[in-house]
Each structure stands twice: as structure tokens, then as C-alpha cells.
């Protein structure tokens, strides 16, 4: 019986590894490919190297228009980081409120989070431009900064009401004895003890502005201060005919902030998909 | 006496009012700082969320173009919708592909996740490795790489001629022609199953063992269980993925984008419904119609929705 059963895992097992390698062989032909001169590229489906070369990537870095791939990347930086921590701010403040904290319409609130989870952003996409139009914040990457301060994404909001709501009450009742006020209560126990959910936001935040091409491309208009994915498309426009090989050596470039996430922060993906039921 | 019994009556309810109102005001101490904690969501909702809505809801009714002063028009935007080819194209490209992408894409992912469940060697690695691609799926990276793979020079095309197909077949470029193109995104949004799996898995481990377990004794054939068992008390779950999916994928505008171009691939063969509005909105500058464009998928998502969940009633199953 138990000889019966391990035959069976080891043939799923085989059959979930070829199913592994059918998914991820174009993400391996792509890395493999990005190594590979002009020449050996066209139409070739293996994995081997037959010559070797880091031309793609010389010529990657090298950037288009007179911007380098580093000053993209530090452009992206400069766009992502302020958003997220702009929405772990806002976010966990939201969620620490609903939470735990009691006022009128709590529940109306909650519902309205759910809703603007769900809600198209298209719908407000129009009124926005013009209203930063109007602000004189086109060309900038105000548009995209500023609202996550203000706790606009449902999504994390949900995340920091569903981890707090899985915090021992006690912890903060013994301290509201000891004297904290819902201030100090928040700073001192509910924010430390919510660092596995502000990991967890932080990279969803971190991975959905670094590939939120719509917004960045309506948002920022001079070359030099494009973005990873804004940069990617002028790469296609300057390479895509002459040199696949720099696309794939750009591609993977870009990749690598993400992939670093993944391997690094893996247990926290994993988890918060599965706590919050939602997108990646 | 009677006027002065009145004003007794009147003075004591105005006084309890006052009393009232600082008894409301010491409760208002106390919300004051959820109030402060919710402030920046408040203004955000007020300022980004809600004025926008109406704001668009009004541009709907106007032929607003951003540079002239706009002109309300009534409903004339929604009457041009109806006749215009363009946009009914949009929907049809759209509709395959989420009526085609999404239910594969679902299937994917929940048998995927009952083999997993069932127990295979290193689970934890061919978890992470089947969600990889929904984490990436997104970004501009790979809709250039699915270029460059259905391309006419690509990895499918090396692939086909590799298992002996004639030259006809392996020059077509799949993303250019306008009979295959919509395939290709249908190909890299079933990829991504990833995230729903991750869901499901959490769903399955939810239900309680005994239950497999009874269903042994009483000798039930696996296909039985997986529809009297796993199919009922997974159905919230799948009922959850399938709702928020099809938002998702009616939403997904990047991979259109930069596979079929700007202007929505060959033959308008890649025209997702938000690559038309970003066309109407951002080339043609015609903010209102476009306004029309995004509430009628606000209408269209909303009773999607709505439909989904009345015609499931019978089906989903809630313990409690």
C-alpha cells in the first residue's frame, strides 16, 4: 500500500517537473538567448551556448537616446520607493483603525474599501489627468506619488485590516492599561508586530508600480526621466529589427529587480496571496 | 400658565439636546483617533476616488476634448458607442479573451492545485515555480519576450520547423496575423495561473480531511469525490477567483499594448477594450466619449458581476 502510494507521488511529481519546464523554458530561452551573438539567435530552440558573448548586455547598459540603463533604473527608484512607502504608511494607518479603533460608519468604511478594490480605475483615470493637468504636475511623477499617501489602493488596505485583525487583542489592551494612548499602542505594538505584513505590501507595491506601465506612460513625458517599462519600449523601437539579442539582455535586466524579490521574499508572496485571495 | 407649561417643555427638551450633544462630543474623543488614522483615507477617497467618479460620470454627458470649454451633449456619446465599429470590435476582442482566457486559465490553476494537494515530492519549489510567471506577467519584459517568441523568427517557429512543418507554416508571424494574435495573449494570460492556484491550494487545505476519509470507507470512486467533495466546498473559492479574473482580465491593457502596438495589432485583432479607451482618450484627446467608454465597463463589470452571483446561487456552496 505504502509502495503503491510513492509510486504515485514520484509519477506526479515527474509529471508537475514537465509541466515546470514547459512553463518556464521561454523565461530559460530568454536568459540563455541574452548571451548569445546576432547571428545564433534567429529561430534557435536549445539551450546551448554555442558562442558565448556579453555584447547584448555592453550594449544594454548603454542604454538609447543618450540614457543609460543605470539612470533608468534610478529613475524607477525614484518613482517606486516613495510610493511604497507611502502606502505602508497610509495603508497600516487605515488598517490599524478599522481594526481596532471604533467610529461611526466603521462598517460603511469597510465596504467602501471592498468596493474600490473592485472598481476599475479607468472610471477615474480621466478626472485625475486633468485634474494634475490643472496642478501643473504632468511630466512629473507627482500623479503617481502622491495619491498612494492617501491610502487609495483597497487591496493593502485590506491586507493591514485583515493582519491586525489576527493580533492578539490582550497586547494592546494591557497596554492601553499600562497608559498608551491608541497612538502609542499603534507605534508600539501593533506596527512591530505587523512586519510580516508590511513585507508583504511593501513587494506588492514595490512589484505593481515597477510594472505599471499605463499610468507611467500617460504621466511621464521626457525621455530622460523614463522608467524601466517606458524605457523597455524605447529599446524595442531602437533594437527590435536589428539586434534581438539587446532586448533579450534588456529584458532580463529589468527582470532582476523582481526575480531578487521572488527568491529573497518568497514565503511572504506565497502567504499573502493566500491569506487575501488576490492578484500577483 | 398654559404658554408658560410650553416653555417649560421646551426649555427642558432644549436642554436635553445640550446634554446630548456633550455626551456626543466625549464619545467624539474618543473616535477622535481612529478619525486621525483615517484621515488620509478620507481625503484620498474624497479627493482621488470620489470626485473623479462623478467628474467622469458628468464628462460622459459632454463632448469634452481638454482644450476646449466642454459642451453638454445628453446621452449622444452613448448613441455613438452603439454605432461605433471600432469600439463593438473592442468588446468582441475583449469577450474572447476573457470568456476563452479566463475559464482556461481557472481550469489550470484548480488541477493544478488538487495534483499538488494530493502530494508530490518538493512541493514548496514547484509552488513558487508555477507562480512565478503570474509575477511576472505583467511587466513590459514579457510581452516583449512573447514578440519574440511567436514572432516570425521566434522560439514556436524554431519549435515547428524543428518537428518538420513546411516553411508556410513557420514563417507566419503569430503576432502579426490577425487570426493568431488574440491566441498569443489568450497563451500569456492562461500562463499565469499561478495566482488563482495559490488560492485554490489554500482553499483545498481548508476542507476537512474526515470527509475524504468517510468517503474511503464507503468505497467512492475518485471522480465522485472530486464532485460530491472537493467541487461543493471549494465553490466559494472558485466563485471568489472567477469574479475577481474576469475583473482583472477585462482590465489588462499592457501586453495588448506592446505586442499589437499602440493602435491594437493587425486588423484591430488586439484591441482590449482599455486599449481602445487609452486610444479615444490619449490620441484623440476626446475625454468625453472616453468617459462613456469607462462607465459603460464600470456598468458592464458591475452586472457581470451581479449576474455571475445570482446564477451561482444555486450552485455555491456556504457552510454556514
Request: glycine share 8%.
Amino acid at each position: 500500500m505504502k509502495k503503491r502510494l510513492m509510486i504515485f507521488t514520484t509519477l506526479k511529481t515527474i509529471f508537475v517537473s514537465m509541466g515546470a519546464i514547459l512553463m518556464t523554458y521561454p523565461l530559460i530561452w530568454m536568459v540563455v538567448s541574452s548571451f548569445r551573438p546576432e547571428l545564433d539567435i534567429f529561430r534557435e530552440t536549445s539551450l546551448i551556448i554555442r558562442h558565448f558573448t556579453l555584447e547584448n548586455y555592453i550594449r544594454a547598459l548603454q542604454g538609447v537616446a543618450g540614457t543609460t540603463f543605470f539612470e533608468y533604473m534610478t529613475n524607477t527608484l525614484k518613482l517606486v520607493l516613495p510610493v511604497v512607502a507611502g502606502t505602508l504608511i497610509s495603508s497600516s494607518f487605515v488598517g490599524y483603525a478599522i481594526a481596532r479603533l471604533d467610529f461611526p460608519f466603521k462598517s460603511f468604511a469597510f465596504t467602501i474599501i471592498l468596493l474600490t478594490m473592485m472598481l476599475p480605475m479607468h472610471v477615474m483615470l480621466i478626472p485625475r489627468f486633468i485634474m494634475f493637468r490643472e496642478l501643473g504636475w504632468l511630466g512629473t511623477y507627482l500623479p503617481l506619488i502622491v495619491p498612494s499617501f492617501f491610502a487609495v489602493q483597497g487591496f493593502f488596505n485590506y491586507l493591514f485590516i485583515q493582519f491586525i485583525r489576527g493580533i492578539p487583542k490582550e497586547l494592546d489592551q494591557a497596554a492601553t492599561i499600562d497608559g498608551c494612548n491608541p497612538i502609542s499602542v499603534f507605534f508600539r505594538i501593533i506596527a512591530p508586530l505587523s512586519v510580516p505584513a508590511y513585507i508583504t505590501a511593501g513587494i506588492f507595491s514595490f512589484l505593481w508600480t515597477y510594472d505599471d506601465f499605463f499610468s507611467q506612460m500617460i504621466y511621464i513625458t521626457r525621455p530622460s526621466e523614463f522608467t524601466i517599462a517606458l524605457a523597455l519600449r524605447q529599446y524595442m523601437d531602437a533594437f527590435e529589427l536589428t539586434a534581438f539579442g539587446v532586448m533579450f539582455a534588456t529584458s532580463v535586466m529589468s527582470l532582476i529587480p523582481i526575480l531578487v524579490l521572488f527568491i529573497t521574499c518568497q514565503k511572504y508572496l506565497v502567504e499573502g496571496i493566500a491569506t487575501t485571495g488576490l492578484k500577483g | 400658565m398654559k404658554q408658560l407649561g410650553l416653555f417649560k417643555r421646551r426649555w427642558r427638551r432644549k436642554m436635553s439636546q445640550i446634554n446630548l450633544n456633550s455626551r456626543q462630543s466625549k464619545t467624539w474623543t474618543s473616535y477622535k483617533y481612529a478619525i486621525l488614522f483615517m484621515s488620509p483615507w478620507i481625503v484620498g477617497l474624497v479627493v482621488f476616488s470620489i470626485y473623479p467618479i462623478f467628474y467622469s460620470l458628468y464628462l460622459a454627458f459632454t463632448n469634452f476634448n481638454l482644450f476646449d470649454q466642454a459642451e453638454f451633449i445628453g446621452i449622444e456619446n452613448f448613441v455613438t458607442l452603439i454605432g461605433d465599429r471600432r469600439y463593438l470590435t473592442s468588446l468582441v476582442v475583449t469577450g474572447t479573451f476573457v470568456g476563452i482566457g479566463v475559464p482556461l486559465q481557472l481550469a489550470f490553476a484548480l488541477g493544478l492545485a488538487m495534483i499538488l494537494y494530493q502530494g508530490v515530492y518538493g512541493l514548496k519549489y514547484f509552488r513558487a515555480i508555477y507562480y512565478l510567471p503570474a509575477l511576472l506577467g505583467g511587466s513590459v519584459a514579457i510581452a516583449m519576450l512573447w514578440r519574440l517568441v511567436f514572432g516570425s523568427g521566434g522560439l514556436l517557429n524554431g519549435l515547428l520547423g524543428a518537428l518538420g512543418l513546411p516553411e508556410s507554416i513557420t514563417n507566419i508571424s503569430w503576432i502579426s496575423n490577425p487570426d493568431f494574435a488574440l491566441g498569443t495573449l489568450i497563451v500569456l494570460r492562461v500562463w499565469q495561473f499561478g495566482s488563482p492556484m495559490l488560492i485554490f491550494l489554500a482553499g483545498l487545505k481548508q476542507i476537512p480531511v474526515e470527509m475524504y476519509e468517510a468517503a474511503y470507507i464507503d468505497g467512492v470512486n475518485p471522480f465522485s469525490k472530486f464532485l460530491y467533495i472537493t467541487m461543493p466546498m471549494l465553490s466559494p473559492i472558485i466563485l471568489f477567483n472567477l469574479i475577481m479574473q474576469i475583473i482583472f482580465a477585462f482590465q489588462s491593457f499592457t501586453p495588448a499594448f506592446i505586442i499589437g502596438g499602440p493602435t491594437g495589432g493587425a486588423v484591430d485583432s488586439l484591441l482590449l477594450y482599455t486599449l481602445y479607451l487609452f486610444i479615444i482618450a490619449f490620441t484623440f484627446f476626446q475625454m468625453g466619449y472616453a468617459s462613456a467608454i469607462a462607465w459603460v465597463l464600470v456598468i458592464l463589470l458591475g452586472a457581470l458581476t451581479l449576474l455571475i452571483f445570482k446564477l451561482s446561487k444555486r450552485i455555491v456552496y456556504y457552510e454556514n
